[in-house]
């Protein structure tokens, strides 16, 4: 069974920063791309930033420039590194793992159980 497990979210001070991680554990051959996605109350989920198996990146525009996405293929771990933060920021935070293989042959899209980021002004 496929698990991803989010870590590093907390309350910080606008200007501060954090450094999210999402560890993907199960029968794994491959994942295509992983990234992040959030969540504030009242509105849709949306990207923050994603990243393929090969490297390329794909980032909001409202985080470019503040947030790095970086990736540890062999271990299957994602992470996000948040600067600059802003009270705007603030959500819950979900790992993606998008089109991940297992060695079953089994093919799908999964999702961590999210972790809040609030920042304060």
């Known amino acids: 069974q496929v698990q991803l497990v989010e870590s590093g979210g907390g309350l910080v001070q606008a200007g501060g920063s954090l450094r999210l991680s999402c560890a993907a554990s199960g029968s794994i051959f491959s994942i295509r791309a992983m990234g992040w996605y959030r969540q504030a109350p009242g509105t849709q989920r949306e990207l923050v930033a994603t990243?393929?198996?090969?490297?390329?990146?794909n980032y909001a525009d409202s985080v470019k420039g503040r947030f790095t996405i970086s990736r540890d293929n062999a271990r299957n771990t994602v992470y996000l590194q948040m600067n600059s933060l802003q009270p705007e920021d603030t959500a819950v935070y979900y790992c993606?793992?998008?089109?991940?293989?297992?060695?079953?042959?089994?093919?799908?899209?999964?999702w961590g159980q999210g972790t809040q980021v609030t920042v304060s002004s």
């Open positions: 990243m393929t198996a090969r490297g390329s990146m």
């Open positions: 993606n793992a998008e089109d991940l293989l297992t060695h079953w042959g089994s093919r799908s899209d999964y």
